[in-house]
Nanobody, 115 residues
């Protein structure tokens, strides 16, 4: 069973930066894409960013130009660099890996941006 563990969340002032990491407990084969989602209190979960096996990236309009998704295959880790953070970025951020066999989700990490 693969476990995804997120880290890097926390409290930051508006305009600040955070880097989230999502590491797998073991090597994962057949990865199609990796992504980050977020869910704010009282709101639906929304897609933040994805990166495909081929390296193509996709971002929600609300984070374009501020967030960057990347991966390190050797470390079985995907990252989300978040710059110029805004209070509306406050949410629980979760990573997901889509593979040919299963979809995996992390437990989430809280990001709080104060104004």
């Amino acid at each position: 069973q693969v476990q995804l563990v997120e880290s890097g969340g926390g409290l930051v002032q508006a305009g600040g930066s955070l880097r989230l990491s999502c590491a797998a407990s073991r090597i994962v084969f057949g990865i199609l894409s990796m992504g980050w989602y977020r869910q704010a209190p009282g709101k639906q979960r929304e897609l933040v960013a994805t990166i495909t096996r081929g390296g193509s990236t996709n971002y929600a309009d609300s984070v374009k130009g501020r967030f960057t998704i990347s991966r390190d295959n050797a470390k079985n880790t995907v990252y989300l660099q978040m710059n110029s953070l805004k209070p509306e970025d406050t949410a629980v951020y979760s990573c997901t890996w889509v593979t040919t066999g299963s979809n995996y989700w992390g437990q989430g990490t809280q990001v709080t941006v104060s104004s």
